[in-house]
């Protein structure tokens, strides 16, 4: 709206600036797709941690998709707390909107972008919570402000005054201090189980190098046009 109200030469001038942006800046690793493993969590972990030892910020954040009860797409950018043969792994709490909506419908997708190596990884699939043991655990790995934060229990909830986040936060960190292995009722640890990955890196010519596994009873492996 704001830059309609500016008038068209705003529009025009952001439009030349945008298609201006540098794109696809990053320097891909050699990559051969047909020598890739059966499976693809060996070849997931091969490239996050070449995303870790390039120095690549912030290497396991992902965003994450999910479904409204409408129907309508939701996304938002999280943590990967691990991946194994099993799946890939986030947390959250169960009250929270993520968590409602995994309730209603349970399947998600998670994306990875590691700009500098001009690599991208899709993951979709069905969505299970952990057991109660699990998730506790988890949530007594994370720093005390998150877990404050977390047993707040208030996260999507509309906030009136920004006043009032310091005293909750506030209470909840002298309650862990009191008891440190208190445990958000809510929170759940929630693993990925994918039935679809695709590795795609990045081509400056836009013949972008692209390899998708599909589960049926065993995993498929197949390339994809850019």
């Known amino acids: 709206m704001w830059i309609r109200a500016l008038g068209s030469r705003t529009v025009s001038d952001l439009r030349t600036r945008l298609r201006a942006a540098p794109t696809l800046t990053g320097t891909p690793p050699s990559w051969d797709p047909s020598q890739t493993p059966d499976a693809p969590y060996e070849l997931f972990v091969e490239w996050l941690l070449a995303a870790i030892d390039r120095d690549v910020v912030e290497p396991c954040a992902a965003t994450?998709?999910?479904?409204?009860?409408?129907?309508?797409?939701?996304?938002?950018?999280?943590?990967?707390?691990?991946?194994?043969?099993?799946?890939?792994?986030?947390?959250?709490?169960?009250?929270?909107?993520?968590?409602?909506?995994?309730?209603?419908?349970?399947?998600a997708a998670l994306t990875f972008y590691w700009i500098p190596l001009g690599?991208?990884?899709r993951v979709s699939g069905r969505v299970v919570p952990a057991p109660a043991d699990e998730s506790a655990r988890d949530f007594l790995l994370r720093p005390p402000a998150a877990r404050a934060e977390a047993l707040v229990g208030r996260q999507s909830a509309v906030l009136a005054d920004r006043a009032?986040?310091?005293?909750?936060?506030?209470?909840?960190?002298d309650?862990?201090?009191?008891?440190?292995?208190?445990?958000?009722?809510?929170?759940?640890?929630?693993?990925?189980?994918?039935?679809?990955?695709?590795f795609w890196q990045a081509d400056p010519d836009r013949r972008h190098l692209?390899?998708?596994y599909r589960l049926d009873e065993n995993w498929t492996k197949e390339l994809l046009w850019p």
């Open 64 to 107: 994450l998709s999910t479904v409204r009860a409408d129907g309508r797409p939701n996304a938002r950018v999280l943590i990967l707390k691990n991946v194994t043969e099993g799946g890939w792994q986030f947390a959250s709490s169960s009250t929270s909107r993520k968590g409602e909506e995994l309730e209603t419908t349970p399947y």
């Open 175 to 198: 309650r862990i201090a009191a008891d440190p292995e208190l445990i958000a009722p809510n929170w759940t640890l929630y693993t990925l189980h994918a039935d679809e990955v695709e």
């Open 210 to 212: 692209r390899l998708r």
């Open 164 to 173: 009032d986040i310091d005293p909750a936060v506030q209470e909840q960190a």
């Open 119 to 121: 690599r991208q990884v």
